[in-house]
């Protein structure tokens, strides 16, 4: 990255929050694995929501309290949404705030809907300033943003094994078990990341429709 100009400082920044972040929360994770409150598992859920607001919302052109809202409201809605889908419907938790299960798939659901929420926002934004009309640019916005994620599902069990299958299979779980809980996680990213690009960019909808 420093050879060809780009911003290797960001770089390492990036890497050496990543290692602060990941020790941080494994001290943490232990103490809220081991409560009974669901009011604290419910504000780290919410903490997820605002943080991944405002990661999405970095590279945007886009910026202020109502693009950040809009986002917020993207993830919040499609997010808890299917959150509450999978385990309280299909998963069926004995405690419906089971911190095991509640914070590592909100984990998962989060970050791969930000990522999304990202790219649409910024190939939306490009495609307005090029001229296109909001039904044209949303299309298009859409499409590109969904690519990583259709992509995963094509990819999944042929290229590499995800990590949640990876890290059951390597705990000695059945593997025929791990890859029915890996089909639900692959469903579960891949519609929070539609869902969250598609209210996003509804909520950006401009007069020329």
């Given at each position: 990255?420093?050879?060809?100009?780009?911003?290797?400082?960001?770089?390492?920044?990036?890497?050496?929050?990543?290692?602060?972040?990941?020790?941080?929360?494994?001290?943490?994770?232990?103490?809220?694995?081991?409560?009974?409150?669901?009011?604290?598992?419910?504000?780290?859920?919410?903490?997820?929501v605002?943080?991944?607001?405002?990661?999405?919302?970095?590279?945007?052109?886009?910026?202020?309290?109502?693009?950040?809202?809009?986002?917020?409201?993207?993830?919040?809605?499609?997010?808890?949404?299917v959150?509450?889908?999978?385990?309280?419907?299909?998963?069926?938790?004995?405690?419906?705030?089971?911190?095991?299960?509640?914070?590592?798939?909100?984990?998962?659901?989060?970050?791969?809907?930000?990522?999304?929420?990202?790219?649409?926002?910024?190939?939306?934004?490009?495609?307005?300033?090029?001229?296109?009309?909001?039904?044209?640019?949303?299309?298009?916005a859409?499409?590109?943003?969904?690519?990583?994620?259709?992509?995963?599902?094509?990819?999944?069990?042929?290229?590499?094994?995800?990590?949640?299958?990876?890290g059951?299979?390597?705990?000695?779980?059945?593997?025929?078990?791990?890859?029915?809980?890996?089909?639900?996680?692959?469903?579960m990213?891949?519609?929070?990341?539609?869902?969250?690009?598609?209210?996003?960019?509804?909520?950006?909808?401009?007069?020329?429709?």
């Amino acid at each position: 990255m420093k050879l060809w100009e780009l911003d290797s400082i960001q770089a390492i920044y990036a890497n050496i929050r990543m290692l602060i972040q990941l020790l941080l929360v494994g001290y943490i994770l232990t103490y809220i694995f081991e409560t009974d409150s669901p009011i604290l598992v419910l504000l780290v859920v919410i903490f997820m929501v605002l943080m991944s607001s405002y990661i999405a919302l970095r590279p945007l052109q886009q910026k202020g309290i109502r693009a950040f809202s809009i986002i917020f409201i993207s993830l919040g809605i499609s997010g808890i949404g299917v959150l509450l889908l999978v385990t309280q419907i299909i998963l069926e938790l004995p405690r419906w705030f089971e911190p095991q299960y509640i914070i590592p798939l909100s984990g998962m659901v989060f970050a791969n809907s930000m990522n999304t929420i990202s790219l649409v926002g910024e190939r939306f934004t490009a495609e307005i300033n090029r001229g296109e009309s909001y039904i044209e640019a949303r299309k298009i916005a859409m499409g590109a943003a969904m690519i990583p994620q259709i992509n995963a599902l094509l990819a999944v069990g042929l290229v590499a094994l995800p990590g949640m299958m990876t890290g059951q299979i390597l705990s000695g779980i059945d593997p025929l078990t791990a890859a029915r809980y890996q089909i639900m996680v692959m469903c579960m990213i891949f519609s929070t990341a539609g869902l969250s690009a598609a209210i996003y960019l509804y909520f950006n909808k401009t007069n020329d429709d």
